[in-house]
């Protein structure tokens, strides 16, 4: 009897392993076909809408699926682009910015409801009004740019605030939606306020290096950055062109960065680290209407992220667009995924793409 239990033991050892082994080969088959299937449309995408480089990551359940890069991050020495390839994300740092707001908060050094003129001394009456909140979700009612806004001219956040002193609200604070550049730059003074650093030092020592984000940092026309990509531009004549290199450096659009600084990011938000978990989904839950809400995809917008549906689920995202690139961070919160495509080509259209990889990854529902 004793010698039968062995055997039947070893056999339903060896069947579980068969089992087990089967299952990883079917996984892996599954893993197989999704990259392929991926290239085959990222490369596509990439033809058709004439992009010489894209990184792309996909993150689901805690679990990279995809780091890798499609192209070429150079195209005079004919560079690849990786997942280590750096480009300017443009307005996908807003999110940054208001997570480096957010842990003001946290530590309880400024309030959503604290009032502009706490901060810039001299400015209208008609900003008493204006709050931080209203700068972190684009109700403010302060014109999208400065008055003095030029891309091709360095100068101070505070000189810019300044000018815009005299210009008049579009709008009473709180009462509507538009998205305003100018609130993010004064987001940014109100962070070298409180820090006692420049923004772009604390932004690099106190969120980025401090988490592992080693390659991600402010715009700079002038350092060397390794494995930086290049910015192109597309024209009817069937060529590329480097495209313009702005000299200012624009808060609202601040920061470069790479696909793998970008999936530790993403783990920073998945993990609760840097924020605590309420203080994260305040930045998506505490949303407002934008004059899209009454029309699909339903568009909210909380701090630094927009706020939509996609097939009945829950979506964050945000798009960053400069001279020479485009870049996209979608975040499918129902499904525990996250699709994040940085190019570097002027205007290209990164939702077909993303949107056609969540078709793949999710059951279509209705």
């Known amino acids: 009897?004793?010698?039968?239990?062995?055997?039947?033991?070893?056999?339903?050892?060896?069947?579980?392993?068969?089992?087990?082994?089967?299952?990883?080969?079917?996984?892996?088959?599954?893993a197989h076909v999704f990259q392929r299937t991926t290239d085959?449309?990222?490369?596509?995408?990439?033809?058709?809408?004439?992009?010489p480089g894209l990184s792309l990551a996909i993150i689901k359940d805690g679990k990279v699926l995809i780091a890798k890069g499609y192209g070429l991050a150079?195209?005079?020495?004919?560079?690849?682009?990786?997942?280590?390839?750096?480009?300017?994300?443009?307005?996908?740092?807003?999110?940054?910015?208001a997570t480096a707001t957010m842990v003001f908060i946290q530590e309880g050094r400024l309030k959503l409801t604290d009032s502009i003129p706490k901060f810039f001394k001299g400015s209208p009456e008609a900003w008493n009004k204006i709050t931080i909140r209203h700068l972190l979700n684009h109700t403010s009612g302060l014109p999208?740019?400065?008055?003095?806004?030029?891309?091709?001219?360095?100068?101070?956040?505070?000189?810019?605030?300044?000018a815009a002193y005299d210009s008049k609200l579009l709008f009473e604070p709180g009462s509507?939606?538009?998205?305003?550049?100018?609130?993010?730059?004064?987001?940014?003074?109100?962070?070298?306020?409180?820090?006692?650093?420049?923004?772009?030092?604390?932004?690099?020592?106190?969120?980025?290096?401090?988490?592992?984000?080693s390659n991600t940092r402010t715009t700079t026309s002038?350092?060397?950055?390794?494995?930086?990509?290049?910015?192109?531009?597309?024209k009817n004549d069937g060529s590329f062109y480097n495209a313009q290199d702005y000299l200012a450096l624009r808060p609202s659009g601040a920061f470069i960065s790479s696909i793998n600084d970008l999936i530790k990011w993403e783990m920073l938000i998945q993990n609760n680290s840097l924020l605590s978990q309420e203080n994260w989904q305040k930045m998506w839950q505490d949303k407002v209407k934008t004059p899209n809400a009454d029309k699909p995809p339903f568009a909210h917008y909380g701090y630094g992220w927009d706020v939509i549906e996609y097939k009945k689920a829950l979506v964050q995202n945000h798009?960053?667009?400069?001279?020479?690139?485009?870049?996209?961070?979608?975040?499918?919160?129902?499904?525990k995924t996250a699709i994040i495509v940085l190019t570097n080509a002027n205007g290209a259209n990164l939702e077909n793409i993303v949107y056609a990889l969540a078709d793949q990854l999710f059951p279509v529902t209705r």
């Open 222 to 234: 002038s350092a060397v950055i390794k494995n930086r990509a290049d910015g192109y531009v597309y």
């Open 74 to 97: 150079n195209l005079e020495h004919n560079i690849p682009a990786t997942e280590e390839t750096i480009y300017k994300i443009g307005s996908v740092s807003k999110q940054m910015i």
């Open 319 to 335: 798009g960053g667009s400069l001279p020479g690139f485009s870049s996209k961070y979608f975040r499918f919160v129902d499904h």
């Open 176 to 213: 509507a939606w538009q998205y305003c550049n100018l609130g993010y730059f004064m987001l940014a003074d109100i962070i070298r306020q409180l820090s006692g650093d420049s923004f772009a030092s604390f932004m690099e020592k106190q969120i980025f290096n401090k988490h592992n984000l």
């Open 40 to 51: 085959s449309l990222v490369s596509s995408q990439m033809t058709k809408q004439h992009i």
């Open 144 to 162: 999208r740019e400065s008055p003095l806004s030029d891309n091709m001219k360095v100068q101070a956040d505070s000189v810019l605030i300044r």
């Open 1 to 30: 009897m004793k010698k039968i239990i062995q055997l039947i033991v070893y056999i339903a050892i060896v069947c579980n392993c068969d089992q087990a082994k089967a299952q990883g080969r079917i996984q892996r088959g599954k």
